[in-house]
């Protein structure tokens, strides 16, 4: 793996995708080792092109153990006749350059950027989150902190589950919050879209087995008023699900279980904290640094790519072919 990986490279994450997906355009590509696959892209038929499993919006990447694997894997995907479209790479990834020397006089390459995300460098705090927010902002913290002690006692926990009857319960306060949000109503919450409900039922099982799951909670008077759903991999905190109990706004409970998470992070000493998904504008409260990604397209000389190219109308395809061929 790369220096930075990102956690939809994990068993837990590919998982999920593949348990929600529809496995009858599935195409796994693997490299297998003496005793085990050390690279794979599961990647699906969706129209003209092999794409990524559904991933939620996450950013992606293939899959490999060490460079030569990588190497492995890109020269069979350019061995094959189908153009291939990964939708948010990291930026620095291995995979760029090794598609690159994989399509090499079989193919092109196309690259645009893609949506980044947020994160926060904790190595820059020195253990104490704190001391990088101004006067203002600590202000806002404390307000916040009195409006929620209006309502009851408050309270946060961070847990690990280790059980699938932990887990579960644990699930069910996030659910309960999730129903409760804005996110309801818009439709995007777990409770109301039902595949991405059935995603992260999946991915947290896997993430759970693997010890890398975190659920935080953060609570008034005992009843759950916001939650995040996040692993903690690679000496970062990955934040995927955030919501709170729309009844209890007042308080700002999102901004309040996120900075009890941030301490968390900073506490023990973990380099980053990374805004998942979406990049959403309130991510700017507490960040302006982000990660960059970019959308390849690996398209090969082959016959079916010309197929393609009389399909599309060929503008978009010829115009990088005359970019690269220039």
Not at 200 to 226: D, N, Y
Request: contains cysteine; neutral net charge; hydrophobic residues 45%.
């Amino acid at each position: 793996m790369s220096e930075f990986a990102i956690p939809s490279q994990t068993y837990s994450w590919m998982y999920a995708r593949a348990a929600v997906s529809q496995l009858s355009g599935l195409r796994c590509f693997g490299i297998r080792g003496a005793d085990s696959l050390v690279a794979v892209a599961p990647l699906l038929e969706v129209g003209d092109w092999l794409r990524e499993l559904p991933a939620l919006y996450e950013p992606g990447d293939l899959i490999w153990s060490d460079s030569d694997a990588l190497a492995e894997l890109a020269s069979l995907l350019a061995a094959q006749p189908q153009p291939v479209y990964l939708e948010r790479v990291p930026v620095n990834s291995p995979t760029r350059l090794a598609l690159r020397r994989a399509y090499a006089g079989k193919g092109i390459i196309l690259e645009r950027p893609a949506m980044p995300t947020p994160f926060i460098n904790l190595n820059e705090c020195d253990g104490n989150i704190d001391a990088t927010f101004n006067a203002i902002r600590r202000s806002d913290f404390r307000r916040a902190e009195r409006k929620a002690g209006e309502f009851g006692m408050l309270t946060y926990e961070l847990h690990a589950p280790n059980s699938i009857t932990e887990l579960a319960s644990l699930m069910n306060e996030v659910h309960a919050v999730e129903a409760a949000s804005w996110k309801e109503q818009e439709g995007s919450s777990l409770t109301a879209n039902t595949w991405q409900g059935n995603f992260f039922h999946h991915f947290t099982q896997g993430a759970m087995l693997a010890g890398i799951l975190r659920i935080a909670i953060m609570r008034i008077s005992g009843q759950a008023v916001a939650i995040q759903v996040a692993v903690e991999w690679q000496q970062r905190f990955w934040l995927f699900k955030i919501s709170y109990d729309q009844h209890f706004s007042r308080c700002s409970p999102g901004q309040l279980l996120m900075l009890y998470t941030l301490r968390y992070a900073a506490q023990e000493v973990l380099q980053s904290y990374e805004f998942m998904g979406v990049m959403s504008p309130w991510t700017a409260y507490w960040t302006k640094q982000t990660r960059s990604y970019v959308q390849l397209r690996a398209i090969p000389f082959s016959i079916a790519t010309g197929k393609h190219l009389v399909r599309w109308g060929g503008r978009s395809i010829l115009s990088g072919f005359r970019r690269v061929l220039a």
